[in-house]
């Protein structure tokens, strides 16, 4: 079978094409949604059942969605499971999110702290990690308590971490060796 991403590309494309540059934020608000939930496995295993239809998938995962879809939203959805290609939207949403990044020329990051954070904290950090990375940045934050304190940075292939899970691995590192 073709790899995922060769799959997802021309979905992805046609999608980024088809949608009119104010509207790319709430297109890919949806798309991230659908992607959401087609990648649960449960939802997987019930539309790969041969006794399930299209539009019984469809109703599933329309009725799971957290808001009305879009019409664009449903039509998208209809072509991607009449053609079975559920398992590959995740996949379609990362492409679209990429395309949309380099129109814009932003890139997304995920801040990995072991706390929540309020809008003012995440507000600061966002704005030294673009002049950090030297671009826009589209931060999203994970709570992760295994990291004790600090923070642990994603953007695109780059990690930043200064979280005192790192130091004390490094600590670790230094006095073993």
Known sequence: MAEIATI??????AL???????DLGGTAAWLDELALIAANPQLLQF?????VTASQVFDVISGVARSTLPDA???????VIENGRLTALPEMADQFRALKNA???SSDAIVYSP???DSAALADVA????KRFGRKLNVKVEQEPALIGGIR???GDEVLDTSVKARLEQMKVALTA
């Open 8 to 13: 997802a590309r021309p979905y992805a494309e």
């Open 16 to 22: 980024f094409k088809a949608t009119a540059a104010p």
């Open 47 to 51: 539309a790969d059942n041969p006794t």
């Open 73 to 79: 939203a449903r039509n998208f959805l209809r072509a």
């Open 103 to 105: 129109q814009s020329g």
């Open 115 to 117: 706390f929540p954070m």
């Open 127 to 130: 704005a030294t990690l673009e």
């Open 153 to 155: 940075v994603v953007v």
